[in-house]
């Protein structure tokens, strides 16, 4: 088990790596008209499951993440390679999902971006934090982290040292 994957006792915590993919759309190309009314077709849109958990997000122009895709949307992918609409990329490995203490998320994040500004109009957007390449997610009060997995041991170092504002 890497030093990532390991267990940590602060308020981020970097998730076992799962499976990942991202679809990248050829300039130009349209992606099919039945998946583009499915998946979100501005950067910034996401798709989400009935817990509120991003399926699907278009976190840069022309590009997918789609974490632990459903084997169902791993074929729609798939078609939608084989039909020349852009390239599918599994990526397990490229991204680690990562938890923030919900008493911690916002003190956190606003230490490295300001929140409220990237995610104005938008449910996700690419970002570094702490010189750490990241996507980030939000569902209402709930935060969706994924941080380049070569960063991941790194971001939870730097976060861990942050001072934390409460009354000890």
């Given amino acids: ?10 308020p981020v915590t970097a998730l076992p790596l799962a499976p990942c ?3 990248v759309a050829y300039p130009r190309s349209a992606i099919a008209a039945s998946a583009a009314r499915e998946w979100p077709d501005m950067p910034g849109q996401t798709l989400r499951d009935a817990a509120g958990r991003p399926t699907v997000l278009h976190f840069a ?9 459903l084997p169902s949307l791993l074929l729609q992918l798939t078609a939608l390679e084989r039909s020349a609409c852009g390239m599918l990329l599994e990526v397990e490995g490229k991204w680690q999902e990562v938890r923030i203490q919900a008493a911690h998320t916002r003190r956190i994040l606003a230490s490295g971006i300001d929140v409220e500004t990237i995610l104005k109009s938008r449910d996700c957007a690419a970002v570094v934090l702490f010189d750490c390449p ?10 969706h ?7 991941a041991q790194s971001f939870i170092e730097v976060t861990a040292a942050l001072p934390d504002p409460r009354p000890s």
């Fill in 21 to 23: 993919v991202e679809f």
């Fill in 134 to 143: 990241a996507i980030l997610a939000r569902h209402e009060e709930t935060f």
């Fill in 61 to 69: 122009p022309n590009r997918w993440l789609v974490p632990t895709p």
């Fill in 145 to 151: 982290l994924w941080i380049a997995a070569s960063f």
């Fill in 1 to 10: 088990m890497s030093t990532a994957n390991a267990p940590n006792a602060g």
